[in-house]
């Protein structure tokens, strides 16, 4: 399960603002505040903002005993 820590790290990782990601995952400002101050439990509008995340090349680091994370996805363009 995505955390709401990791919800806020991966916004600030693609440098988007709450509006940014709200229009872009279709939901309203005050929801993905509310996903990011664990206002809010799992349900459609957490996973619409998960999978835009994702969709922007965000990956979610499930705990492993050193804690949960986000990192962007490495490029699959190789260089020459």
């Known amino acids: 399960m995505v955390t709401s820590a990791q919800i806020r790290a991966a916004r600030g990782l693609l440098n ?8 872009r995952a279709g939901v309203h400002r ?5 996903a990011e ?5 799992p349900g459609h509008a957490t996973s619409a903002i998960c999978t835009t ?3 922007a090349g965000v ?3 499930p705990e492993n005993g050193g804690g949960a994370g986000v990192r962007l996805r490495k490029s699959s363009a ?3």
């Open 16 to 23: 988007w603002t709450v509006r940014d990601l709200a229009e």
């Open 30 to 34: 005050n929801t993905v505040t509310r």
């Open 37 to 41: 101050t664990d206002a809010t439990g």
């Open 53 to 55: 995340l994702e969709a």
């Open 59 to 61: 990956e979610f680091i």
């Open 78 to 80: 190789t260089v020459t």
